[in-house]
């Protein structure tokens, strides 16, 4: 088995739920159940099984500027996006749904485990630690999207839910934070893997005391607490007891199914053993995918990546040219987006190239036809050719080794400690991967905070691009009414019948964010009709 997520079916089953105020009606605790560890391991799988998936996953990318959904794909999140939605829109709906049949499935675990006679302490405490941080991570999620929500460690029954009121953000923050600094020691350093130590293959993938201290340091970083973030960040990066990461020397290789589990790879969402992932003939050319193009990256993200010599494209003595834009330009940009003359392997092994600009050859990839890629880009990170029926197998990266790296970096600045010596460890380091050589990309420039925020951020963007991560950066840095109230702009275009902006540059949709409403998602609709004692969030 290549991962540990193969569908259970007894687990699938008794399992399912649909939300907060429907839990599960045949709980694991008849005298049946609770014998064994295979029976609290298969209960712990199905904790997993609600970690996440591709559609948050790839999702949250078009909740940004990075991103756009040409639709409503990925549970209306272009709805989000562009600021036309109310508390019945899907994606709000769904994710509040799927985090709380989590957060159940994690609590019939750490409730009944007990009634599991003779079972090995270390297996039990490795396991309480595991569901304890899947639940800690659901909580996480529904505290960014939403603010104030439902708290609970219990099995609440359904009169329970019902009634239970919303618990502040912080409180809720608060015990993630100490959930993830109690369960460390209980978890393995590395990926289920070092020879001797009782794991097994299909154990890969499970949760280490690595992701626990590196979400740790993520929930710092979204709470402005600094100096915490750095301490954890250097557990990961100075003391190998807490895992042995490093930086990949290929960019690209990361997100290979060939190297799957590196030693980059710090945290990510299973897949494989049956459980596979269709996102990627969403964001592929049509030549390529066969289907029409959806999820396709912004003008603006290609125009934050900068150039070889470390300038932004806008910056004096960049040597950017508008019409030769993809020259000499970060080696990141070819390895995350596919753009007008670039060259992909196909399903089939052909190399194609492809061609965005008005009345290219093949029109199916072409900016002006109907199932190409709206804004004239396609996303090319993760694409995985190994797949069958173009579903995937691939991992999903939700914290790797650079994003520890650079929450350190961007930690350090805000302390206004980031100097030469932190650069060449962060940033440096993770250029030099990339592929820079020039003085001026390498070196540290030794401009003031502001000027190195500018730097860090951009850098963060251009390393983590469709990943899932822009979407909670824009909000924490409370830049998203700026960002997010622009349109989605694509290649520019000479002719034809597209709107544009007075550069030439294609509007692909209005976007409006407002400040503070958009910040925090309504609680959903049915929610509030089942419960009234949820209340509602500001402006909505």
Not at 67 to 80: E, H, P, R
Not at 113 to 126: A, Y
Not at 400 to 412: G, H, P, Q, S
Request: aromatic share 10%; with cysteine.
């Amino acid at each position: 088995m290549k991962k540990l997520l193969l569908p259970i079916l007894c687990v699938t089953v008794l399992f399912s739920c649909r939300k907060l105020d429907q839990p599960i009606t045949r709980d694991y605790t008849d005298a049946a159940y609770w014998r064994t560890a295979d029976d609290a391991l298969a209960a712990l799988a199905s904790c997993y099984e609600n970690l996440s998936d591709d559609t948050y996953y790839f999702g949250d990318e078009a909740l940004s500027d990075n991103g756009y959904v040409n639709g409503t794909g990925y549970k209306a999140v272009s709805l989000i996006a562009g600021g036309a939605y109310d508390p019945s829109n899907q994606r709000l709906t769904e994710e509040w749904k799927y985090r709380y049949t989590c957060i159940r499935k994690c609590n019939t675990v750490t409730t009944n485990i007990d009634r599991v006679t003779g079972l090995d302490s270390t297996l039990k405490n490795r396991i309480l630690a595991e569901a304890r941080f899947i639940r800690a991570y659901s909580y996480f999620q529904l505290a960014g999207w939403f603010g104030d929500v439902p708290f609970y460690t219990n099995l609440i029954t359904i009169e329970e839910a019902r009634s239970i009121s919303r618990s502040n953000r912080e409180t809720i923050l608060d015990f993630v934070e100490s959930e993830l600094a109690a369960i460390r020691t209980a978890l393995p350093v590395n990926n289920y893997s070092g020879a001797g130590n009782g794991y097994q293959e299909k154990d890969k993938g499970r949760i280490t005391r690595g992701a626990a201290i590196a979400l740790s340091a993520r929930v710092h970083m979204f709470r402005s607490e600094w100096q915490k973030a750095i301490d954890d960040c250097q557990l990961l990066i100075n003391n190998a007891t807490n895992g042995t990461y490093a930086l990949q020397s290929s960019y690209s290789n990361i997100f290979s199914p060939a190297n799957e589990f590196n030693n980059e790879v710090i945290f990510d969402i299973q897949y494989g053993g049956g459980r596979t992932h269709g996102s990627q003939r969403n964001f592929l050319p049509q030549t390529v995918a066969l289907l029409r193009s959806t999820l396709v990256p912004t003008q603006d993200l290609v125009d934050d990546y900068i150039m070889l010599n470390g300038k932004g494209i806008r910056e004096t003595g960049s040597g950017y040219n508008e019409n030769d834009p993809y020259t000499n330009r970060d080696p990141r940009l070819n390895a995350t987006i596919l753009h007008d003359g670039s060259t992909i392997t196909d399903f089939d092994g052909k190399l194609q190239t492809i061609l965005t600009k008005p009345g290219s050859t093949p029109a199916t990839n072409s900016v002006d036809d109907q199932g190409a890629s709206p804004t004239g880009y396609y996303f090319y990170k993760y694409y995985d050719r190994t797949a069958t029926n173009y579903a995937s197998g691939l991992n999903l990266i939700v914290i790797r080794y650079a994003d520890v790296l650079l929450m350190y970096a961007e930690a350090k600045n805000e302390l206004n400690q980031l100097d030469a010596s932190v650069w060449n460890q962060t940033i440096r380091a993770l250029r030099v991967r990339a592929g820079f050589n020039d003085a001026g990309a390498t070196e540290f420039p030794g401009v003031g905070q502001e000027a190195l925020r500018t730097i860090v951020r951009r850098e963060r963007r251009a390393e983590l691009a469709f990943e899932g991560v822009r979407a909670t950066d824009i909000r924490r840095w409370k830049i998203a009414d700026q960002v997010m109230s622009k349109p989605v702009r694509g290649i520019k275009v000479s002719g034809g019948a597209f709107r544009t902006d007075a550069n030439g540059y294609i509007i692909a949709e209005d976007r409006l964010f407002s400040n503070p409403k958009h910040y925090l998602w309504p609680v959903p609709t049915f929610e509030r009709d089942q419960n009234t004692n949820l209340g509602q969030n500001q402006g909505w």
